[in-house]
């Protein structure tokens, strides 16, 4: 996160970033700098943008404190709000109310246009950065260690390709796992494929499986049974076939380099379906391997920019498959 120092003298703060999750983190962490947990039934006000009038807002904000330092409004998702009421918010910004404080946390916060220049001298600019790929894994590394846990890198890098890239989501499942492990202290991969990724792996093998047997039919139809009976689908089904091939991959360059098959279950950690692994493994190429995750990585690429749903862009991958 980049953002000037914050002090507790500015009146105005927006918040802003692209992930909601680490939008919402970012506001926790400024109110815990700005009011006191025990002041805050009389002192904030977490408004709703769609429902409060800007009248309302000001009324707050200009309101004499009781029980309290201060009085903090915090409006989140407030972009159509800023829109609606520029003006008024303008003229705010030209003179904030001395009891108040003002939290606005936004996805897009432009620095042309007028409301962004008054900021630079009415209140404090946060901006929240995304976290890149790479990143992710020390993400759940934090979280795990924040709730007296420790998590490997390559364990944390196995819960991404489950869970996908959303740090809410990720946050979310790492205090599931935390809660698993009960008073163990390590998250082990063992954990993670048992609470998160065991149906997911499977799922992924099923259908991975019918498309080796020229049946594109019942791969799609398996395809779209994962997509109905979880949810969060969408975000994690890419990685549970990036994991699936990934496996695959390790275990045809060890078994290219003279590993035995006991060599490769022990390392790749294959503990189910294991002779329809390796029948299914002989099937492809090394070559053809990579070949299929840089396809998958192009398919993320799709899913995340927009060009293309998940279920669309994960049955186009299937049929290009099928057709090799």
């Known amino acids: 996160m980049a953002s000037k120092k914050l002090t507790n003298s500015s009146l105005i703060y927006v918040i802003s970033g692209k992930d909601d999750y680490l939008l919402g983190q970012a506001a926790q962490t400024l109110l815990d700098q700005v009011i006191a947990p025990e002041q805050r039934p009389m002192g904030l006000l977490d408004g709703d943008p769609d429902k409060i009038t800007i009248t309302e807002v000001f ?22 709000f ?23 946390t936004v996805k897009s916060w432009p620095s042309n246009t007028k409301l962004a220049k008054k900021l630079a001298t009415a209140g404090r600019l946060i901006e929240v950065d995304s976290f ?10 934090t979280q795990a260690s924040s709730l007296g846990k420790t998590i490997s890198r390559t364990t944390a890098q196995m819960l991404v390709h489950f869970v996908g890239d ?22 082990a991969p063992d954990h993670v494929e048992k609470l998160i990724g065991h149906n997911r792996m499977f799922d992924a093998f099923a259908v991975i499986n019918s498309l080796m047997a020229s049946d594109a039919v019942t791969a799609i139809d398996k395809l779209r049974a994962m997509f109905s009976a ?22 045809k360059a060890m078994l290219a380099k003279g590993a035995n098959q006991q060599q490769v279950i022990g390392k790749v ?56």
């Open 59 to 80: 009324d707050e904000l200009r309101t004499l404190p009781f029980l309290s330092d201060k009085r903090v409004v915090v409006l989140k998702a407030a972009d159509d």
């Open 269 to 324: 950690r294959i503990f189910y379906e294991k002779e329809n692994f390796f029948r299914l493994l002989s099937k492809f190429s090394l070559e053809q391997l990579a070949k299929i995750i840089q396809d998958l990585a192009a398919t993320d690429y799709a899913i995340k920019t927009g060009q293309l749903s998940a279920p669309v862009a994960m049955e186009e991958l299937i049929f290009k498959l099928a057709a090799k």
């Open 132 to 141: 890149k790929p790479a990143q992710l894994p020390d993400f759940v590394m």
């Open 230 to 251: 979880d949810r969060d689908a969408e975000y994690s089904i890419v990685g549970a076939f990036a994991w699936q091939f990934r496996r695959m991959f390790s275990a």
């Open 166 to 187: 959303d740090p809410g989501r990720l946050s979310s499942e790492v205090q599931k796992l935390a809660t698993y492990v009960d008073e163990a202290k390590v998250i």
């Open 82 to 104: 800023i829109s609606e009421h520029r003006e008024s918010l303008e003229r705010y910004f030209d003179s904030p109310s001395g009891p108040g404080v003002l939290v606005l």
